[in-house]
């Protein structure tokens, strides 16, 4: 490959993760199944441990969208949460400083103050509407692979929401669906094997809707890379 190849693929790349961002606000029209189908394609190219693809994905449109917002909607105020995998001790440090700083940024974004649990309660249950999004992609992973299992379907979200951004559709990747796996278990009939790891709506942005005025920082290299010689 010639420099100038490396430069335009690089500078390509560059310019799908500065652009990618998590889209709260879907406008209702669906992606045509050609597109869905494409991004999906894309997505398969994943690097994966013993390229075991242990990924799994039910992808849900129009209707099925709406049935499984709906069973959501119902069921999460009710019930304690589920997750099939283990979910974070907690957030010291850094960690809970980052993790400040994007949720008050959405807020902000929203016009919700930082007090205002009842808005920000309101606006976390967004996420089992898929935030209007017309299709949802319900990333499920096998119990046998593990943890690295589950670390290459975070690689497959990631080359998911990639590939979406370089095709024009704007996408979410949701933890929160996989708080009611329960739920997502019965409502899918997943079998026992396979674990819900997330979400991710897939949909066109609402280019004018606050939610999505914002964007994340992000650390710079030397705050998490050590290089050793
Ligand atoms: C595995 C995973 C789960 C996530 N779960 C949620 C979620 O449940 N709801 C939500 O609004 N955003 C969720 N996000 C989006 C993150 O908040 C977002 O990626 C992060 O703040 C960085 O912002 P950006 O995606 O706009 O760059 C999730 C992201 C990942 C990778």
Known sequence: MSAAMTTDVTAGLARLLDERYSCRAFLPGEVPEV?????????????????????GVHLLS????TALADRLTAHVPTRPPVADLPLPAGYSGVYDARRKESGFALYASLGIERGDREARGAQAMLNYRFFGAP????????????TYGAIDCGGYVATLLLAAQAAGVAAVPQAAIAMASDAV??????PEDRLVVCAVALG????????????????????VVTFVR
């Open 204 to 223: 066109l942005a609402d280019p004018d809707h606050p939610a999505n005025a914002f964007r994340t920082t992000r650390a710079d290299v030397d705050e």
């Open 62 to 65: 129009g209707e099925a969208t």
């Open 35 to 55: 597109t869905l189908r494409h991004v999906l394609a894309l997505a398969q190219r994943t690097a994966s441990w013993c390229n075991t693809q242990p990924w």
């Open 185 to 190: 278990r019965e409502h899918l009939a997943l």
């Open 135 to 146: 299709h949802v992609a319900i990333v499920t992973t096998d119990r046998e692979q593990g």
